[in-house]
């Protein structure tokens, strides 16, 4: 019986999971600093922030355009504008998505911003930031 009981509480304890995964932060909820947010989940969480609403095109546009933070370091604008036109001109199969005018300038903006920390010998992070807060910091790295 005693064994029964023992090998019940292991398969409950096996059960419960860690979370693997970092989730996006929706509305005016900061983001928390955990070990989970990596400089991949921070790209994705920014991509999302600025209109990449499908998880689909942000994995694409992070692991096919964009890079690391380091690869952002060395984008121009025409850069940004020259990702834009790729993805546009890509056939259905190859992921074709639009970029747009409005996700075209956020993301030159966020190039911009992580330009800017480099400036100031700093590391991008958006720990402490929700949607509204990294949007008005995109605002001040464009002017």
Known sequence: MADAAGEAAESVESVVEEPSEYKLVLGDTEVQDTELLTETATIRQILYWIG???????ELLRKQSL????NMLTLTE???????????????AAGRF???????????AVVHWVQDFRRVSGT???????EISFKQQLTRALN
Do not use: E, Y
């Open 78 to 92: 025409k850069d940004v504008t020259s990702i834009a036109s790729d993805w546009d001109n890509r056939t259905a």
């Open 124 to 130: 991008p992070s958006i720990v402490g930031l929700n």
């Open 67 to 70: 890079g690391t933070m380091n």
């Open 52 to 58: 990449f609403r499908s998880a689909d095109n942000r």
């Open 98 to 108: 639009n970029i747009g005018t409005r996700r075209l300038k956020a993301m030159r």
